[in-house]
């Protein structure tokens, strides 16, 4: 488990591996079956089941999963030498891993990813959250695509499959396929880290994947002391 990789980087990790596998299909009935980020149930965003980054400790936030009967916690990596930070993995029942929650200080929770099965559109939850503050997109293959929807203020990550590849647009029926929950000053190291596009509607998600000239570039990119690569 990369308990190590930078939060920048975990802000596409879960995702974008699963991107290089062969016959990926990111619209998995099997993950998370979780619909809260519209509910609110039982707490909102970035609170989630009773864990919010930032405020509860990993310690907490393990007996949680593992005192609810829907979980089983599948895979952990403790701190090791001088490197304080812990992760663990989870599933929902007999299913595969879905999510992770992760401490890069080995105390408090910092972040947490949730793979979810898609039962959510984009469209609700545009009207919840409203527009986007940057995006990002990843072509996966001909027929499958997925955008990043940063919102610095809750803080959360949204990740939306697009269907059609780089044909494909952005829009409010897009699928939510994943989640991932911040705390205050990992969105702050993730903002230093990252570069990405400005909202700029809802477009054709080319409009997100141009690389060549990103609308926000994070003033540690390309210093290794602060965003290492690996």
Do not use: H
């Amino acid at each position: 488990m990369r308990r190590s990789l930078p939060i920048a980087l975990i802000l596409f990790a879960v995702l974008a591996l699963a991107a290089c596998a062969q016959n990926i299909n990111l619209l998995d009935e099997t993950k998370l079956q979780d619909t809260s980020l519209l509910t609110g149930e039982p707490c909102e965003a970035p609170c989630w089941n009773g864990i919010t980054p930032g405020e509860t400790s990993y310690r907490d936030a393990k007996l949680i999963l593992e005192s609810d009967g829907r979980f089983k916690i599948t895979e952990e990596s403790e701190a090791e030498g001088d490197v304080p930070g812990r992760a663990f993995s989870f599933a929902e029942g007999e299913n595969n891993p879905c999510c992770q929650v992760i401490s890069s200080d080995g105390e408090t929770v910092g972040s947490f990813m949730l793979q979810l099965a898609p039962s959510m559109t984009f469209g609700p939850l545009f009207d919840k959250y409203g527009e986007p503050d940057y995006v990002t997109g990843q072509m996966v293959s001909e027929e499958q695509s997925y955008v990043v929807l940063v919102y610095t203020d809750v803080p959360l990550v949204l990740y939306s499959y697009v269907e059609g590849g780089g044909q494909g647009e952005v829009s409010v029926s897009n699928k939510i396929i994943g989640a991932l929950y911040l705390s205050e000053s990992a969105v702050e190291q993730a903002l230093t880290c990252t570069q990405m596009n400005t909202w700029k509607g809802f477009q054709s998600i080319s409009t997100y994947t141009d690389t060549e000239e990103f609308d926000f570039v994070g003033s540690g990119v390309g210093d290794e002391t602060i965003c290492p690569t690996n």
